[in-house]
C-alpha cells in the first residue's frame, strides 16, 4: 500500500470511488477483455476461447485472493500483494496461456492473455518496493489493447479514456495508492500491454 492512508468509504464520493474500484477491477477486467477481443476476432468462437484466459486471468486467481485473504484476517499484514497470492496466478496465468496454446486459439486471443501475463511480470517485481496501482495498470492496459484491436472512433476512445481515469481515481479517492502509484502503475500497464499485444497480434 502506498503512503496515502486507507479511508472506509461513508461519503456518496466515496461509495462512487468503491462501486468504480470494483466493476472497473483487474479481476472483471481480465476476465472481460479476451472474450470482447476473441469475439471481435472470430466470431462466437473467439468468444468461446475467451472463457478460458478470462477463468485462469481472473476468476480463479481472485477466488484464490480471496480465501487467502479470509485466511489472513486476523494476521496483520504489511502492504502489497502477498508472494503466494502473485505466485499463484502467475501459474494460473501460464496454464491458460499453454490452453491457448495446445488449442490453437485465435491469435488475437492468445496475445490478450500474453498481455495480462506481462503486467503481473512486471508489475509484480516492482510491487515488492513500491506499491504502484495494479488496477490502474491493468485498466491502461485493456484501453490500448481495445485501442489496437478494434477501430475505436474518438467518442469511443474518449469514453476508454474516460473510464481509466475513473479508476485511477477511485483509487486516489479511497486512499489506497499515491498520485505517482497510480501514474506510473497506468503507464507501465499501457506501455507492457501495448508493446506485447502489438507484437503477437
Same mark, same amino acid.
Given at each position: 500500500?502506498? =503512503?496515502?492512508?486507507?479511508?472506509?468509504?461513508?461519503?456518496?464520493?466515496?461509495?462512487?470511488?468503491? /462501486?468504480?474500484?470494483?466493476?472497473?477491477?483487474? +479481476?472483471?477486467?481480465?476476465?472481460?477483455?479476451?472474450?470482447?477481443?476473441?469475439?471481435?476476432?472470430?466470431?462466437?468462437?473467439?468468444g468461446?476461447?475467451?472463457?478460458?484466459?478470462?477463468?485462469?486471468?481472473?476468476?480463479?486467481?481472485y477466488?484464490?485472493?480471496?480465501?487467502?485473504?479470509?485466511?489472513?484476517?486476523?494476521?496483520?499484514?504489511?502492504?502489497?500483494?502477498?508472494?503466494?497470492? %502473485?505466485?499463484?496466478? $502467475?501459474?494460473? /496465468? /501460464?496454464?491458460?496461456v499453454?490452453?491457448?496454446?495446445?488449442?490453437?486459439?485465435?491469435?488475437?486471443?492468445?496475445a490478450?492473455? +500474453?498481455? $495480462?501475463?506481462?503486467?503481473? $511480470?512486471?508489475?509484480?517485481?516492482?510491487?515488492?518496493?513500491?506499491?504502484i496501482?495494479?488496477?490502474?495498470? %491493468?485498466?491502461?492496459? =485493456?484501453?490500448?489493447?481495445?485501442?489496437? =484491436?478494434?477501430?475505436?472512433?474518438?467518442?469511443?476512445?474518449?469514453?476508454?479514456?474516460?473510464?481509466?481515469? =475513473?479508476?485511477?481515481?477511485?483509487?486516489?479517492?479511497?486512499?489506497?495508492?499515491?498520485?505517482?502509484?497510480?501514474? +506510473?502503475?497506468?503507464? +507501465?500497464?499501457?506501455?507492457?500491454c501495448?508493446l506485447?499485444?502489438?507484437?503477437?497480434?
Amino acid at each position: 500500500m502506498g =503512503a496515502a492512508t486507507v479511508m472506509r468509504p461513508t461519503s456518496p464520493p466515496e461509495l462512487a470511488a468503491h /462501486l468504480v474500484s470494483t466493476l472497473l477491477a483487474p +479481476v472483471p477486467l481480465a476476465a472481460a477483455l479476451p472474450i470482447a477481443i476473441g469475439w471481435h476476432a472470430a466470431g462466437w468462437y473467439g468468444g468461446m476461447w475467451g472463457v478460458v484466459p478470462a477463468v485462469f486471468t481472473g476468476i480463479l486467481p481472485y477466488l484464490h485472493a480471496r480465501r487467502l485473504r479470509r485466511a489472513q484476517a486476523a494476521t496483520v499484514q504489511a502492504g502489497g500483494k502477498p508472494p503466494r497470492q %502473485v505466485a499463484v496466478a $502467475l501459474v494460473s /496465468l /501460464l496454464i491458460g496461456v499453454a490452453a491457448l496454446v495446445i488449442g490453437q486459439a485465435p491469435r488475437e486471443v492468445l496475445a490478450a492473455d +500474453v498481455a $495480462l501475463l506481462c503486467i503481473l $511480470l512486471v508489475t509484480a517485481p516492482i510491487t515488492i518496493r513500491w506499491d504502484i496501482s495494479y488496477h490502474a495498470a %491493468v485498466a491502461a492496459g =485493456a484501453v490500448v489493447v481495445c485501442c489496437l =484491436a478494434y477501430t475505436v472512433p474518438l467518442p469511443g476512445v474518449t469514453a476508454l479514456i474516460a473510464g481509466m481515469v =475513473a479508476v485511477g481515481w477511485s483509487r486516489l479517492r479511497l486512499g489506497h495508492h499515491t498520485t505517482a502509484e497510480v501514474v +506510473v502503475g497506468a503507464l +507501465v500497464g499501457a506501455a507492457v500491454c501495448g508493446l506485447s499485444f502489438a507484437f503477437l497480434a
